[in-house]
Antibody, heavy 114, light 111 residues
Framework: EVQLVESGGGLVQPGGSLRLSCAAS????????MNWVRQAPNKGLEWVAS????????YYVDSVKGRFTISRDNAMNSVYLQMSRLRVEDTAVYYC???????WGQGTLVTVSS | QSALTQPPSVSGALGQRVTISCTGS?????????GHWYQQFPGTSPKFIMY???NRPSGVPDRFSASKSGTSASLVITGLQAEDEADYYC???????????FGGGTRLTVL
């Protein structure tokens, strides 16, 4: 069974940093692109970042470029999202999602507030 | 503004058929990239109910179907049930963004 489990969310002040993790199981992790998607409170879904199977390519939505970094560790079957210079508008539930047949995790809440 | 356009809401009576449209462009759906559909209940994570060219994961009833034509995709639900009341999102890949794009979501109300 495919499972994606996010962790690392929490409350952080504007300008702060946070690192999200996603542990994957139930599939051959290094065969798939991995993604982060977020959903602000009572809003729709927004793709945040993607990383290629071998970690050689990363892509970001414009609003997080230069502030967020996606990475993966295929030995640990994990994908990460390092978030820095956080803004109030980054407040959202962050989901880890697999490429191909699109399995998603349950999400982790990031709240940016003073 | 979402890259994919969905109606904000649709409604239908129990047992009826509804269609949710998703309009994209030549850099996403129109370029031949797969479309996926998600169902989301309040307070829960989105769950994919259709993926690729109209594939249904196990557990999703065959009342749900999907199609694609040109730059648009559609989700069709027949024999509406009360438990179908939820938010529905379409998603594709966009070659200009090199990433995923979503529709703004459609709230389905079962009357």
């Amino acid at each position: 069974e495919v499972q994606l489990v996010e962790s690392g969310g929490g409350l952080v002040q504007p300008g702060g940093s946070l690192r999200l993790s996603c542990a994957a199981s139930g599939f051959t992790f290094n065969n798939y692109w991995m993604n982060w998607v977020r959903q602000a409170p009572n809003k729709g879904l927004e793709w945040v970042a993607s990383v290629k199977q071998d970690g050689s390519e990363m892509y970001y939505v414009d609003s997080v470029k230069g502030r967020f970094t996606i990475s993966r560790d295929n030995a640990m079957n994990s994908v990460y999202l390092q978030m820095s210079r956080l803004r109030v508008e980054d407040t959202a539930v962050y989901y880890c999602a697999r490429g191909g047949t699109p399995y998603w995790g349950q999400g982790t809440l990031v709240t940016v507030s003073s | 503004q979402s890259a994919l356009t969905q109606p904000p809401s649709v409604s239908g009576a129990l047992g009826q058929r509804v269609t949710i449209s998703c309009t994209g462009s030549s850099s996403n759906i129109g370029a031949g990239y797969d479309g996926h559909w998600y169902q989301q209940f309040p307070g829960t994570s989105p769950k994919f109910i259709m993926y690729g060219n109209g594939n249904r994961p196990s557990g999703v009833p065959d009342r749900f179907s999907a199609s694609k034509s040109g730059t648009s995709a559609s989700l069709v639900i027949t024999g509406l049930q009360a438990e179908d009341e939820a938010d529905y999102y379409c998603q594709s890949y966009d070659s200009k963004l090199s990433g995923w794009v979503f529709g703004g979501g459609t709230r389905l109300t079962v009357l």
